[in-house]
């Protein structure tokens, strides 16, 4: 079931963008996962078929809703085609005896549906997780859910730059060494300012909130921080600290928003 492809999605996930400030060009899947957002489509079919059941329910009290069950059955209106296409998510169901406890187990089908259509497209259609556009979120984002960091960072700028980072919406040469004619292999997309001092290391998400001497004295500041809230932070060896900052919820959020608002702002000025 494409639910993706309705035009009505095309605005939804405009919206969804301009929500979480990020650019058009984000991935979609990502966007809608950090939102935790469930196709639009999923809510007009199930009004749909509650209209269908209330249409079939009163027709015989009312002549209007009488000659539109007819005319509805017999042109195989869209209308129809849309409901029929809603309950094949529910085999056990169909719509000749469909009734209004059955709704709730209709919509439980179509986003059950849609979350292993989410999953497949995050985790499953690359054959190496570790690389790939969306590599950095295949590792911190595992569930369909909303992010709670998206309520916890107040400032619009900060919650911004958390997002560009999770998704890889940002100008880190890992992504800007896509759109390069030709394009640059991953293993090419090197940072700048380590390459200065004679060191190749690609300039992806983890380098620059881990790693990347470009951010050191913020980094530093942040992370004292974080350890006061949380001392365990200082044992974990590099890759577990990328995804504890990434995964932070509450005021660790909010710290780790201004890390990644300064790794956005100063990549952005250079």
Known sequence: MQFKKAPIEKVHVKYCKIALGVNNKSSNVAVSGELGRFPIMIDIMLHSLKFYIHVKENKSNNPLLQCAMVETESRQCKWLKLMQCALKASPGLQLHNLQVKDIPVVAKSLKYLYVNMWKKEVHGNNINPLHGKLCTYRKIKQNFCYENYLDDVKNRDDRSAVTKLRISAHKLFIERGRYIRPPLDRNERICSHC?????????????????????????????????????????????????????AEGQISKLVSQLCKHVILYDKEN
């Open 195 to 247: 390459l200065i001092n004679k060191k190749a290391h690609i300039e992806d998400e983890f380098h620059a909130l881990i790693v990347c001497p470009k951010y050191c004295e913020k980094r530093k500041v942040i992370f004292n921080s974080v350890e006061c809230i949380c001392p365990n932070f200082k044992d974990l060896d590099d890759y577990e600290k990328f995804i504890f900052i990434m995964s």
